[in-house]
């Protein structure tokens, strides 16, 4: 069998754990498994296993997958969906959906029971892993993220070495505060706004998808002393507009290669 | 303003429940009251850590239902949240006059509080005279050692090691914690340390044990060493807490605390017997 490029599709808010009505983004995620009925599996850790989290994934999931759920706050209870061996599970899947909530606490957690490991497994094997907000962050080399304060850069898995930003158009402040960061030395990389998707084939940027018109991507990084900002060409995944281009661009390139078609430029200090 | 100057190693307070409080006795105060009983302050701020549940609504709502109306400042800290509140961790853990930290599972517990650093603002908390308290896994997590089955079958899992020895938990009411933990303590994978029944708390001044209480008839704890390969197993029997609610919060903790060791002196005279 065919071994299968690591993929993952780093949400900047949306899916089903913020869009009741829409699964454009879920849908497209999904485009990507080969089985006809594929085995997703969700972790809902970053939100503390919030029960109302788990339900919204099964109905959203459980229709058209082999939908699962592993808890690491309810294992000692019996109520932590999957009771075996949670490497050999995870392995198994076709797609690891990460929920939203804190990062910060969702990696303390992983670490504890060992699934930064299993996941980076995941990854290299082909199981496509996604998620928003925090689902979205942890993939990165650093991300940042707000908790109890000023944002700060936090260190993610580092499957993809750049930095992530997500919900860049919900706060205000989060543009200037991602600048800053980058300025003091985090690592360039992409901000997403809500209901964008961030789609990596190995550490390659290969896709921007939207469930919204108006969302935007970012590619954020540090020229010379300055940080710059790239608007980077969002595929909106809904109904197409009158005058829809034909078929959209090549697939972006990495953040060395060429400067992906820059609608705008914003420089920060 | 988060940082507060040392007291005295006799002057610090850790209340190890192995189960009871608001989260696991709805219609039983006392070891709550008892709690609040131990700050002198006469409103004592209290800041409930719900983090080895996943900080679950159930327990977030359970305590606010019993520190609301009574003598003190309650809030609670979810490290799931995003954005409750823009002041820093530390500021809020070392402005507080008790710290309660609830059960669930205590791997997770700690690995969060490392994630956030808030094990380092524990410790500096109970140094700077903040009583601390908790169950179940918010009693095992002060010690060297616990018993957890935070991934199923019970293990033992290092604390951060405030108090010398290993604690285990629900010593009746999950059966299944205390051979694992006899068994580690025989084979000196486990300091010798303390088995508490659901409502038995224990009180440590400094690192020192100095009072075994309990919410309710029947509990007891049991202090158990490894001696020469041999276990050997003391039963200590608490004393039972009675409900004195109001005047303690009127009177202050000496007096209210002094007359509670007074009823039980005279009931232990009168050879009161055990359920």
Redesign the interface.
Same mark, same amino acid.
């Given at each position: 069998m065919p071994s299968r490029a690591p993929q993952i599709v780093a949400l900047g808010g949306g899916g089903f754990s913020t869009e009741r009505d829409g699964t454009l983004l879920d849908d497209y995620v999904l485009s990507l498994l080969d089985a006809p009925r594929p085995r997703v599996c969700f972790l809902p850790t970053a939100s503390g296993d919030a029960d109302h989290y788990v339900v919204r994934f099964y109905r959203r999931f459980s229709p058209a997958c082999e939908a699962s759920h592993v808890s690491l706050f309810r294992r000692d209870q019996g109520t932590g969906g999957v009771e075996d061996d949670l490497a050999t599970h995870l392995l198994a899947q076709d797609l690891i959906y990460v929920g939203g909530g804190n990062v910060l606490s969702m990696l303390g957690a992983w670490r504890a029971h060992g699934l930064d490991a299993i996941l980076r497994k995941a990854w290299r094997r082909g199981i496509v892993l996604c998620g928003p907000s925090a689902g979205s962050l942890c993939w990165f080399e650093q991300a940042l993220s707000a908790f109890h304060g000023a944002p700060r850069p936090v260190r993610g898995l580092g499957l993809l070495p750049y930095s992530n930003c997500v919900h860049y158009d919900a706060e205000p402040a989060r543009r200037a505060e991602y600048h800053r960061a980058v300025a003091d030395g985090m690592c360039g990389g992409f901000a997403a706004d809500d209901g964008v998707a961030l789609h990596f084939r190995a550490t390659r940027l290969e896709q921007i998808v939207s469930s919204s018109p108006d969302a935007s991507a970012y590619e954020v990084r540090l020229r010379g002393r300055r940080v710059v900002e790239h608007r980077l060409d969002v595929r909106y995944l809904g109904a197409p507009a009158q005058h829809a281009p034909e078929p959209r661009e090549p697939p972006l390139g990495a953040m060395s290669g060429a400067p992906p078609s820059v609608a705008r430029e914003a420089v920060a200090a | 303003m988060s940082a507060r100057a040392p007291v005295a190693i006799d002057e610090r307070l850790i209340f190890a429940m192995g189960g009871g409080g608001f989260t696991m006795e709805p219609n039983n105060p006392l070891l709550d009251d008892f709690v609040l009983s131990l700050t002198g302050a006469l409103e004592p701020r209290i800041l409930f850590l719900p983090t080895?549940?996943?900080?679950?609504s159930a327990q977030i709502n359970a305590f606010k239902a019993r520190f609301a109306h009574r003598h003190c400042i309650a809030e609670h800290v +979810?490290?799931?949240? !995003?954005?409750e509140?823009?002041?820093?961790?530390e500021e809020i853990v070392l402005e507080q006059d008790i710290i309660y930290v609830g059960g669930? +599972?205590m791997?997770?517990l700690?690995? !969060?509080w490392?994630?956030?650093g808030i094990d380092t603002m524990l410790l500096d908390a109970w140094k700077a005279g903040v009583v601390l308290a908790g169950l179940s896994a918010g009693a095992m997590c002060w010690f060297e050692a616990g018993i957890?089955? +935070? +991934?199923?079958p019970p293990e033992a899992l290092a604390g951060l090691g405030l108090l010398a020895g290993s604690l285990t938990v629900h010593a009746d009411g999950e059966p299944e914690r205390l051979p694992a933990w006899l068994a580690g303590v025989r084979d000196n994978e486990l300091p010798g340390g303390w088995a508490l029944d659901d409502g038995v708390g224990l009180l440590f001044r400094g690192k020192r044990m100095e009072r075994v209480v309990s919410s309710r008839p029947g509990g007891a704890a049991q202090r158990v060493d490894a001696i020469a390969g041999e276990l050997v197993r003391n039963r200590i029997e608490p004393e039972l807490l009675l409900g004195d609610g109001p005047s303690r919060a009127l009177g202050g903790r000496d007096e209210a605390v002094e007359e509670l060791r007074r009823v039980h002196r005279m009931r232990r005279g009168l050879g009161r017997g055990r359920g």
């Amino acid at each position: 069998m065919p071994s299968r490029a690591p993929q993952i599709v780093a949400l900047g808010g949306g899916g089903f754990s913020t869009e009741r009505d829409g699964t454009l983004l879920d849908d497209y995620v999904l485009s990507l498994l080969d089985a006809p009925r594929p085995r997703v599996c969700f972790l809902p850790t970053a939100s503390g296993d919030a029960d109302h989290y788990v339900v919204r994934f099964y109905r959203r999931f459980s229709p058209a997958c082999e939908a699962s759920h592993v808890s690491l706050f309810r294992r000692d209870q019996g109520t932590g969906g999957v009771e075996d061996d949670l490497a050999t599970h995870l392995l198994a899947q076709d797609l690891i959906y990460v929920g939203g909530g804190n990062v910060l606490s969702m990696l303390g957690a992983w670490r504890a029971h060992g699934l930064d490991a299993i996941l980076r497994k995941a990854w290299r094997r082909g199981i496509v892993l996604c998620g928003p907000s925090a689902g979205s962050l942890c993939w990165f080399e650093q991300a940042l993220s707000a908790f109890h304060g000023a944002p700060r850069p936090v260190r993610g898995l580092g499957l993809l070495p750049y930095s992530n930003c997500v919900h860049y158009d919900a706060e205000p402040a989060r543009r200037a505060e991602y600048h800053r960061a980058v300025a003091d030395g985090m690592c360039g990389g992409f901000a997403a706004d809500d209901g964008v998707a961030l789609h990596f084939r190995a550490t390659r940027l290969e896709q921007i998808v939207s469930s919204s018109p108006d969302a935007s991507a970012y590619e954020v990084r540090l020229r010379g002393r300055r940080v710059v900002e790239h608007r980077l060409d969002v595929r909106y995944l809904g109904a197409p507009a009158q005058h829809a281009p034909e078929p959209r661009e090549p697939p972006l390139g990495a953040m060395s290669g060429a400067p992906p078609s820059v609608a705008r430029e914003a420089v920060a200090a | 303003m988060s940082a507060r100057a040392p007291v005295a190693i006799d002057e610090r307070l850790i209340f190890a429940m192995g189960g009871g409080g608001f989260t696991m006795e709805p219609n039983n105060p006392l070891l709550d009251d008892f709690v609040l009983s131990l700050t002198g302050a006469l409103e004592p701020r209290i800041l409930f850590l719900p983090t080895a549940s996943g900080d679950t609504s159930a327990q977030i709502n359970a305590f606010k239902a019993r520190f609301a109306h009574r003598h003190c400042i309650a809030e609670h800290v +979810s490290l799931f949240r !995003l954005r409750e509140t823009d002041r820093p961790l530390e500021e809020i853990v070392l402005e507080q006059d008790i710290i309660y930290v609830g059960g669930g +599972s205590m791997r997770n517990l700690l690995a !969060l509080w490392q994630a956030h650093g808030i094990d380092t603002m524990l410790l500096d908390a109970w140094k700077a005279g903040v009583v601390l308290a908790g169950l179940s896994a918010g009693a095992m997590c002060w010690f060297e050692a616990g018993i957890t089955r +935070s +991934s199923g079958p019970p293990e033992a899992l290092a604390g951060l090691g405030l108090l010398a020895g290993s604690l285990t938990v629900h010593a009746d009411g999950e059966p299944e914690r205390l051979p694992a933990w006899l068994a580690g303590v025989r084979d000196n994978e486990l300091p010798g340390g303390w088995a508490l029944d659901d409502g038995v708390g224990l009180l440590f001044r400094g690192k020192r044990m100095e009072r075994v209480v309990s919410s309710r008839p029947g509990g007891a704890a049991q202090r158990v060493d490894a001696i020469a390969g041999e276990l050997v197993r003391n039963r200590i029997e608490p004393e039972l807490l009675l409900g004195d609610g109001p005047s303690r919060a009127l009177g202050g903790r000496d007096e209210a605390v002094e007359e509670l060791r007074r009823v039980h002196r005279m009931r232990r005279g009168l050879g009161r017997g055990r359920g």
